[in-house]
């Protein structure tokens, strides 16, 4: 059993800051890579940014210079410090890790809850 659970997001105004981080827990052999996606009512899921077990980072267009996206190989955990936030970063954001649960399984992704990041203007 593996659980990713969420914490922080909520309400800021445009220009502000927000972090948001997500702890996995359960059966782990390995976490490979690990980031953050939003989703906002009617669109598709996107990717806002990922990190490799490495710390390779990559991000969406949208969000480079504003987002940064870090982990904590030791506590199993990924942070998304999000700065200079603008309205249309509004959205639910989940966090996605790649996980292999045993020595000799097959890697394969697993979803938090989903936390709300709202931005006023």
């Known amino acids: 059993q593996v659980q990713l659970v969420e914490s922080g997001g909520g309400l800021v105004q445009a220009g502000g800051s927000l972090s948001v981080s997500c702890v996995v827990s359960?059966?782990?052999?390995?976490?490979?890579?690990m980031g953050w996606y939003r989703q906002t009512p009617g669109k598709q899921r996107e990717l806002v940014a990922a990190?490799?077990?490495?710390?390779?980072?990559n991000y969406a267009d949208s969000v480079k210079g504003r987002f940064t996206i870090s982990r904590d190989n030791a506590k199993n955990t990924v942070y998304l410090q999000m700065n200079s936030l603008k309205p249309e970063d509004t959205a639910v954001y989940y966090c996605n890790a790649n996980i292999r649960t045993w020595v000799g399984g097959l890697a394969r992704d697993y979803w938090g809850q989903g936390t709300q990041v709202t931005v006023s203007s």
């Open positions: 359960g059966n782990i052999f390995r976490i490979n890579n």
């Open positions: 990190i490799t077990n490495g710390g390779s980072t």
